[in-house]
């Protein structure tokens, strides 16, 4: 049974910090790129960023380009999402996933494995 578990959601002021972290168990995701997804209300969900297992990959969406942070600590199989600069229409429900990929990837449908979801929310 694989499960993902994110923390470190909450409400934040536009212009401040949140930590994301997301810890994997049930089996390793040593060899998996993992990635942070987002979905706002009457949205799609889209990858906002993703990392390879080794870290030497990274995507970023446009939106959170400078601004967000993704890394991951293998031996603790955990990934987090600095998220910094926050802005408005950052506010979404934040989800881990994990896929059987190698390569970097943003795609959905790559992810296999998904987290319950972290509610983040940025008041102007």
């Known amino acids: 049974q694989v499960q993902l578990v994110e923390s470190g959601g909450g409400l934040v002021q536009a212009g401040g910090s949140l930590r994301l972290s997301c810890v994997a168990s049930?089996?390793?995701?040593?060899?998996?790129?993992m990635g942070w997804f987002r979905q706002a209300p009457g949205k799609e969900r889209e990858c906002v960023a993703a990392?390879?297992?080794?870290?030497?990959?990274?995507f970023y969406a446009d939106s959170v380009k400078g601004r967000f942070t993704i890394s991951r600590d293998n031996a603790k199989n955990t990934v987090n999402l600095q998220m910094n600069s926050l802005k408005p229409e950052d506010t979404a429900v934040y989800y881990c996933?994990?896929?059987?990929?190698?390569?970097?990837?943003?795609?959905?449908?790559?992810?296999?494995?998904w987290g319950q979801g972290t509610q983040v929310t940025v008041s102007s």
């Open positions: 049930g089996r390793t995701f040593s060899f998996n790129t």
């Open positions: 990392i390879t297992w080794s870290g030497g990959s990274t």
């Open positions: 996933a994990a896929s059987d990929r190698i390569s970097i990837t943003a795609r959905r449908t790559d992810y296999a494995y």
